[in-house]
């Protein structure tokens, strides 16, 4: 069976791919060790970069080239704006963090540079650039969320983290974007590949800033 362009990219972005998705930090999530302080830094840098993950996923809603795309990417959307939005303001108030606390850290390299990549791709109008940065955002984390072993850690702060990238909905998703990605980038495969290795490039930084 010959290789679907997703898979050509993810290959290409061997070993970073892998050492995101077998990083300490998933390690450390998965098995309940992970320390307050840590997960506390992960997520008030996560939360950061929703912002503009909503203009990527508005982007792709409006460069894609199909209403079935549109209708799936506004679905999302939707999503995104809402259940995962309670997840981090119940997580920040378990581990204790108060506004000032969420808002007085800067934004840590790797977060600049997501936000950085994420309006890059939109703002270049390319259907193909906005699904290479999406489909490593949401691919990766499937990739290591399924990879959890059960019992999940007792911790809502900890499973939730783990369930919101590993269950049905979500795993239709990914399928989703990487169909699309097979679909549209090869016919633009020099920004799809720049953009996703990139992506791959932040995402371990990303990881390894949750322990600096
Ligand atoms: C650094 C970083 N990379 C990827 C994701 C994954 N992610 C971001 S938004 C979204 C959609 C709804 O779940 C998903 C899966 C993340 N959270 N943090």
Known sequence: ?????????RCENQPAWSASVQHR???????????????????????????????LLGAAMATADTL?????LGRSAGFVSGEENTYFLRAF???ELDEAERDGAPDAAPTAG???????????????AVLAVLCVAEWLY???????????????VHHEWITLHDNPDFRVFV????????????????VAS???CRAITLEKEFLDAAYA
């Open 1 to 9: 069976m010959s290789e679907t362009f997703s898979e050509m990219l």
């Open 25 to 55: 930090f998933v390690r450390e999530l998965c098995d309940g060790s992970i320390a307050n302080r840590v997960m506390a830094r992960y997520l008030i840098q996560d939360h950061r970069f929703l912002d503009s993950f909503l203009m």
């Open 68 to 72: 079935q795309a549109r209708l799936r």
């Open 93 to 95: 108030t378990a581990l």
């Open 114 to 128: 997501f936000k950085h990549l994420m309006q890059e791709a939109a703002a270049s109008g390319s259907y193909a």
């Open 142 to 156: 499937l990739d290591w969320a399924s990879q959890a072993v059960q019992p999940l850690p007792p911790n809502f």
């Open 175 to 190: 399928a989703f974007l990487r169909s699309e990605l097979d679909r549209v980038g090869p016919r633009a495969a020099n």
């Open 194 to 196: 720049e953009f996703f």
